[in-house]
């Protein structure tokens, strides 16, 4: 048997567990793997990630490294750090359910506020990134 690339599974877990959550609903206006032209500000966009084997002697495993954008055009940080905060209470350290494989670890790697310089620089960004640590379901 091989390892599964955890990719797809992982950034589903992770959609489910922002896109199920009535409190985050209320501070954002979507979750998105693409962002339509028509999205509304705030929304959260699940972006990059890395996947880097983690495998042991008997077992495979992997950690993927998932980053997260909140994009909004309020003025100030305020929205976006509440929504970022929200993000962490449902992430860091809480189980997920991943189709396939066990879940280990969910921990919070970063954060990073930042103000599109772009005109009319109006667009606030903040930047989450996540090590999801996941073993193959024996």
Known sequence: MTSPLP??????ALYNRLKNDATLSSLATGVYDFVPETALYPY??????????????????GQTVATLHVWD??????????IGSRVQALLD??????????????????GQPLTDPEPPGDIRHLVLRYRIVTEQTP
């Not at 100030?76 to 509440?82: A, S």
């Open 93 to 110: 350290h809480q189980p997920l359910t991943i189709t396939g494989l066990t879940h280990i670890v969910t921990r919070y790697e970063f």
């Open 73 to 82: 055009q309020y003025k100030g940080f305020k929205r976006v750090l509440q």
């Open 7 to 12: 990719f797809l599974v992982v950034q589903t």
């Open 44 to 61: 959260i966009h699940i972006g990059e990630a890395i996947d880097t084997p983690d495998n042991s002697h008997d077992r495979y495993g």
